[in-house]
């Protein structure tokens, strides 16, 4: 269990990716031969490297530098796919291998405690680095997420991957699918679910390799890449280059992800956002003041993607690492203007190209309000199911509100499908609220039917100042007889799918579209919007600041429960409504102005 004293939830900061040069050094691939022509058969893997060299920066400001040495896991022949899923929070993290045989998918179990959570493999990549002397550094391993970004190794290679961009980090999160496409290469680099190292400025050697039970697992040569790294030593107060030089060497895509990308919608309370990510520190000014350092970062492989999680979670979302044939792109750049920010690398998806760093295209509402009779017909409907809380802590509220104690968390709605969730809103000329409609769909996606659900208001609170759907969600803190004893006062949401929650039910979509608010949510002067929970995935709201988190500052000490609700009027159509309730066990304790909460692990989620 773990008890907290905070006044605000972190997360450890993140160190971008660093451009590298266009060598490439690939690694063999030694496959065990088949025991008969109709075996099993998976991928061929092999550990690849995007360049012979690479400089990294050490700022004086940062705890060292993260190891982002461009190597890459390539496949070829059929994709690597694996699903990663648990029954219950109860039962272990388990992952099976999509094979093929007689051209026909079949599923291999890989051994158990192949994984632990749903991050990646740990303990994946091997790196030792030297340095001119030949004396061993560093030597150690890092986890790896398939879906880390990635680009195609070859042209012929299909023109995008079906896999998701990331790996979850939610703790409640219950299957994932990862996957590196046939023809494409991932990124090893494990982004924040590594630590940064202390390396002297100079010259080093580093051997990255697969770890053994990797390459007798998935028949991976052992054959490491070898890389050249040059430190460098910089202050952020080094001079005119250094802002551009911060974002080439740790932001990498600032504006395709960054809190500026989105600025309005992501601040400390409602829209903690998932990550700042290395920006300037005046990244988020106009909002709740400048970023410190200490503050950003969501790791790369999380989801916290420009296209995932900019939204409601604890922190704002991280760029991407930049794909292989970016970073080849962006040495060229460098290597004709040194401070520069690489602007000659071109960013985004295009044909031969899918780097993680595109952008969710507005939702648009029905082109009118609907008319005729509403009915709520016989098709597949979505299931709203809540997650345990986390992120659990004590606040102070803010800085305005001295002498009160605030219970801060983090909740989540999710759809386990097999439908959307689709609400529109429409207003009427003059009228400060929409009407919403909830809409239905037949297996072809033809609409088929709508409903009234309530309202939608404009909230035009800073870090809302958006459209949102009224009870969609409650949250309530009760008693340890499970009877209430604070209720928070935030119940409206702007919907948007934050986290992939388990993209293994039927009909999980794996590139779901609303997945940040600036495409979700609707300006002051719309007339509809739209908002849609995709199936899979969910939205995590962090309740931390004074009416979202519950005021404790007369509660008792003792036992209570989180209860996230959702669907609390029961407005919305749904295929099951007796799983809407989820709660999580806190104990409070301390004294006024010092409380404390200590929060018991959930089954095996150990996480507060």
């Given at each position: 269990?773990?008890?907290?004293?905070?006044?605000?939830?972190?997360?450890?900061?993140?160190?971008?990716?660093?451009?590298?040069?266009?060598?490439?050094?690939?690694?063999?691939?030694?496959?065990?031969?088949?025991?008969?022509?109709?075996?099993?058969?998976?991928?061929?893997?092999?550990?690849?490297?995007?360049?012979?060299?690479?400089?990294?920066?050490?700022?004086?400001?940062?705890?060292?530098?993260?190891?982002?040495?461009?190597?890459?896991?390539?496949?070829?022949?059929?994709?690597?796919?694996?699903?990663?899923?648990?029954?219950?929070?109860?039962?272990?993290?388990?992952?099976?291998?999509?094979?093929?045989?007689?051209?026909?998918?079949?599923?291999?179990?890989?051994?158990?405690?192949?994984?632990?959570?749903?991050?990646?493999?740990?303990?994946?990549?091997?790196?030792?680095?030297?340095?001119?002397?030949?004396?061993?550094?560093?030597?150690?391993?890092?986890?790896?997420?398939?879906?880390?970004?990635?680009?195609?190794?070859?042209?012929?290679?299909?023109?995008?991957?079906?896999?998701p961009e990331s790996c979850p980090t939610n703790p409640f999160t219950l299957g994932s699918v990862w996957g590196v496409e046939k023809g494409w290469a991932a990124n090893t680099y494990a982004g924040s679910y590594t630590q940064p190292v202390k390396l002297a400025a100079g010259t080093y050697t580093a051997k990255v390799g697969v770890a053994k039970k990797y390459r007798d697992l998935f028949g991976i040569a052992d054959k490491p890449?070898?890389?050249?790294?040059?430190?460098?030593?910089?202050?952020?107060?080094?001079?005119?280059?250094?802002?551009?030089?911060?974002?080439?060497?740790?932001?990498?895509?600032?504006?395709?992800?960054?809190?500026?990308?989105?600025?309005?919608?992501?601040?400390?309370?409602?829209?903690?956002?998932?990550?700042?990510?290395?920006?300037?520190?005046?990244?988020?000014?106009?909002?709740?003041?400048?970023?410190?350092?200490?503050?950003?970062?969501?790791?790369?492989?999380?989801?916290?993607?420009?296209?995932?999680?900019?939204?409601?979670?604890?922190?704002?979302?991280?760029?991407?690492?930049?794909?292989?044939?970016?970073?080849?792109?962006?040495?060229?750049?460098?290597?004709?203007?040194?401070?520069?920010?690489?602007?000659?690398?071109?960013?985004?998806?295009?044909?031969?190209?899918?780097?993680?760093?595109?952008?969710?295209?507005?939702?648009?509402?029905?082109?009118?309000?609907?008319?005729?009779?509403?009915?709520?017909?016989?098709?597949?409907?979505?299931?709203?199911?809540?997650?345990?809380?986390?992120?659990?802590?004590?606040?102070?509220?803010?800085?305005?509100?001295?002498?009160?104690?605030?219970?801060?968390?983090?909740?989540?709605?999710?759809?386990?499908?097999?439908?959307?969730?689709?609400?529109?809103?429409?207003?009427?000329?003059?009228?400060?609220?929409?009407?919403?409609?909830?809409?239905?769909?037949?297996?072809?996606?033809?609409?088929?039917?709508?409903?009234?659900?309530?309202?939608?208001?404009?909230?035009?609170?800073?870090?809302?100042?958006?459209?949102?759907?009224?009870?969609?969600?409650?949250?309530?803190?009760?008693?340890?007889?499970?009877?209430?004893?604070?209720?928070?006062?935030?119940?409206?949401?702007?919907?948007?799918?934050?986290?992939?929650?388990?993209?293994?039910?039927?009909?999980?979509?794996?590139?779901?579209?609303?997945?940040?608010?600036?495409?979700?949510?609707?300006?002051?002067?719309?007339?509809?919007?739209?908002?849609?929970?995709?199936?899979?995935?969910?939205?995590?709201?962090?309740?931390?600041?004074?009416?979202?988190?519950?005021?404790?500052?007369?509660?008792?000490?003792?036992?209570?429960?989180?209860?996230?609700?959702?669907?609390?009027?029961?407005?919305?159509?749904?295929?099951?409504?007796?799983?809407?309730?989820?709660?999580?066990?806190?104990?409070?304790?301390?004294?006024?102005?010092?409380?404390?909460?200590?929060?018991?692990?959930?089954?095996?989620?150990?996480?507060?």
């Amino acid at each position: 269990m773990t008890t907290t004293r905070t006044t605000r939830l972190r997360r450890p900061l993140l160190a971008g990716t660093t451009a590298v040069a266009a060598m490439a050094v690939t690694a063999g691939f030694m496959a065990a031969a088949p025991e008969r022509a109709t075996a099993a058969t998976g991928p061929k893997l092999s550990l690849v490297a995007a360049t012979g060299s690479v400089t990294l920066t050490s700022w004086k400001e940062e705890p060292g530098v993260y190891l982002d040495l461009g190597t890459y896991l390539t496949a070829e022949g059929t994709p690597l796919e694996l699903k990663v899923t648990r029954k219950s929070y109860k039962d272990p993290v388990v992952v099976t291998q999509t094979v093929y045989e007689g051209g026909k998918a079949k599923a291999k179990t890989l051994p158990q405690g192949t994984v632990k959570d749903f991050s990646g493999l740990p303990g994946f990549a091997e790196i030792t680095l030297t340095d001119k002397a030949g004396k061993k550094v560093v030597s150690r391993t890092e986890s790896f997420c398939p879906n880390n970004a990635s680009g195609r190794i070859r042209p012929d290679a299909p023109a995008t991957s079906k896999y998701p961009e990331s790996c979850p980090t939610n703790p409640f999160t219950l299957g994932s699918v990862w996957g590196v496409e046939k023809g494409w290469a991932a990124n090893t680099y494990a982004g924040s679910y590594t630590q940064p190292v202390k390396l002297a400025a100079g010259t080093y050697t580093a051997k990255v390799g697969v770890a053994k039970k990797y390459r007798d697992l998935f028949g991976i040569a052992d054959k490491p890449a070898t890389v050249k790294v040059t430190v460098q030593e910089r202050s952020w107060e080094d001079g005119n280059g250094v802002s551009a030089a911060r974002s080439a060497a740790a932001g990498e895509h600032a504006g395709h992800g960054t809190a500026g990308g989105h600025a309005g919608h992501g601040t400390a309370g409602e829209h903690a956002g998932h990550g700042a990510a290395h920006q300037a520190p005046d990244a988020h000014a106009g909002h709740h003041g400048p970023v410190k350092p200490a503050q950003a970062g969501a790791p790369e492989t999380s989801g916290a993607t420009p296209s995932y999680n900019v939204g409601h979670g604890p922190l704002k979302a991280a760029p991407p690492a930049l794909p292989w044939a970016l970073k080849k792109q962006q040495q060229a750049a460098l290597a004709g203007a040194r401070g520069t920010d690489a602007a000659g690398a071109r960013t985004g998806d295009a044909t031969g190209q899918t780097d993680g760093s595109r952008k969710a295209p507005a939702l648009t509402p029905a082109a009118k309000r609907p008319t005729g009779k509403a009915s709520v017909p016989d098709v597949p409907k979505p299931d709203l199911r809540s997650l345990p809380a986390y992120g659990i802590t004590i606040s102070d509220g803010t800085e305005n509100v001295p002498g009160k104690d605030y219970l801060a968390f983090s909740a989540n709605v999710w759809n386990a499908g097999p439908a959307q969730l689709v609400v529109d809103g429409f207003r009427s000329p003059g009228k400060a609220k929409m009407d919403a409609y909830q809409y239905f769909y037949d297996a072809k996606g033809k609409q088929v039917g709508y409903t009234p659900t309530g309202t939608m208001e404009w909230d035009p609170r800073p870090g809302h100042v958006h459209w949102h759907f009224t009870d969609f969600a409650s949250y309530r803190l009760l008693k340890a007889d499970k009877k209430e004893a604070v209720r928070s006062g935030k119940e409206a949401f702007c919907l948007a799918n934050t986290d992939a929650v388990d993209y293994t039910v039927k009909n999980a979509n794996w590139h779901p579209f609303n997945t940040d608010l600036a495409t979700a949510c609707g300006q002051e002067n719309s007339i509809s919007v739209r908002e849609v929970l995709d199936v899979g995935s969910g939205d995590t709201y962090t309740q931390d600041l004074p009416g979202q988190s519950f005021d404790i500052t007369d509660v008792p000490n003792g036992t209570y429960y989180i209860q996230v609700l959702a669907n609390p009027a029961k407005r919305l159509k749904e295929t099951n409504l007796d799983n809407n309730s989820a709660l999580r066990k806190v104990v409070l304790g301390g004294k006024p102005g010092k409380r404390t909460v200590t929060v018991p692990a959930h089954d095996l989620v150990n996480a507060n």
